[in-house]
């Protein structure tokens, strides 16, 4: 029976985003260690799922380790990064000698305190452990940094085919399959991938519409061909500032590295070719509520995706809280915001109570201020709940409804990702009746919300996820980057 070393590390940096991810930031997302990661709380549809399948399905045993899931956040703290790396090279030495592959589910986008690519250079210490001739198999989000570091361990690579992701599963039993076929030595797996000097916010990664249909199209006729046993390319988190920020393509061929090169090259032209339309032009708020309170149905969904927490922003971006109030709007509206001062305030009035406090724009003074507010509260929660996308377990802290003359605001202690409406159902709100709905996604949001949204609107919005990419305040990125030198040629 073959034996796999599993473990998964997720995290996405958001290098704008002030503050630091510790391990209690992974404690109230994910943080499983041993049989744990194959056994309670899982089984929700993740990578790991897919992997737990196939090794059941194929009669290998796994070895699992850890799962630890940070979200979007801030930088990793160096020394919750030790912790779960060591314990990976830990496993991957006592049981070196008796294992035959090595599976990680990783994000790719994570970045901690002191380093730009510690997936990487995990990946390539737990390489130096096992030797040359073992394979590695690497999952990644479709928002990873690809680094060249990142090119150098693994025998196979494989990312997410949809944004909105929600292939998890899927993207779990394709990595497996291939570690499974490389360990019978039914392939011989090579690694080719092409960076691109090019960046675009995430709005534009939607795999249902063109660009991004057309490129991930691509991906997915390649590995049908004959040769190719895994295509994919990474738009990569936009809101990094780390020096080898760019697209790549990557591809993975069986035994014929000339061949995945020719492959990666091909979609890095697709990319390069259509990044204007990668480009998105969004809504002034004012004009955006105006249109709203014109148009016919509801909701209409306002995604305030310069403070996405699915980006790593920290949720408490009020500006159109902020102008809903500056224009008098007096129909209904439903927003979220990050403030654990307010939500203890909030607490201390009860139910029924009035407060009037500065709410919001406190942890991120460089691109937000508090706002004043008079409300009654409506409804106190603890602000567990399970999110739907993916399904998995979420902690949002004390949590209370303000209600602000007809705008209900859940005020909640920690940060929650709006991409499904799991955070509003919590606190026990149907986004389907208020006119305006708040989410704080650029994209992910589209698969729940499409459907019965009377219509979206993006705003254009200050905020640490800023689709204006050239207005944030990039220190380390290697130039020549486009946009940020839109005039650069195409670099081949
Ligand atoms: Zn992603």
Redesign the pocket.
Known sequence: MYRVLLAGLKH?VNSFSSGVADLDTFRRNVLFEGADVLGSGRGSGQEIDGVVAVARAEGVELIPVIDAYAGAAPPVADAAYEYIRDRVLAAARAEAGRLDGVMLCLHGAMATESLEDPEGDMAAAVRAIVGSRMPIAVSY???CHFTATKASAPDIIVG?HT?P?VDFYDTGVRAMRLLVKAMRGEAKPVVAYRKLPMMASAERHNTSLPPASEVMGRCLEMEQEAGVLAATYFPS?PWMDLSELGWATVVVADGDRALAQAKADELAQMCWQRREQYLVHKTPVRAAIEKALGGAGQPWVFTDSSDSVSGGGHGDGNFLLRELLATGYADTALLTLTDPEAATACFAAGVGGQVTMPLGGKLNPQFFQPVMVSGRVKTLTDGKFTRDLPPSPKNAGPTAVLQVGTIHIVVTSYPVQTIDTSAYHMAGLEPRQYKIVQVKSPGGFRAVYGPFAAGIFELDAPGPCDSELPRLPFKRIRRPLWPFDPDLPAPW
């Open positions: 996405e989000d479709m928002h997410f944004h992701h988190q």
